[in-house]
């Protein structure tokens, strides 16, 4: 969604990184499908998309339940 692609990278740019944001970029560090800051499964750059809890891992690395968020092992 446009929405959610200026939402995320305001949110890199201009806050300060969350809690949720940093859980999940370290699951994107060890991820066989990033390059540099891009996902090449999806084409996201993983810092802004991260930022966007109705964003999801388009491979399933970041795995939400309602109100919190769980990440699997890779």
Known sequence: MIKNIFK???KFLFKKRSQMAKDRLLVCSICPV?????CTSC???IHAKAEIEE?????GYWIKIPGNY????I
């Open 8 to 10: 995320g990278w305001y």
């Open 55 to 59: 964003e999801e891992c388009p491979k």
């Open 43 to 45: 084409g996201c750059e």
């Open 70 to 73: 769980q990440q699997p092992g």
């Open 34 to 38: 990033r390059y540099k800051s891009l």
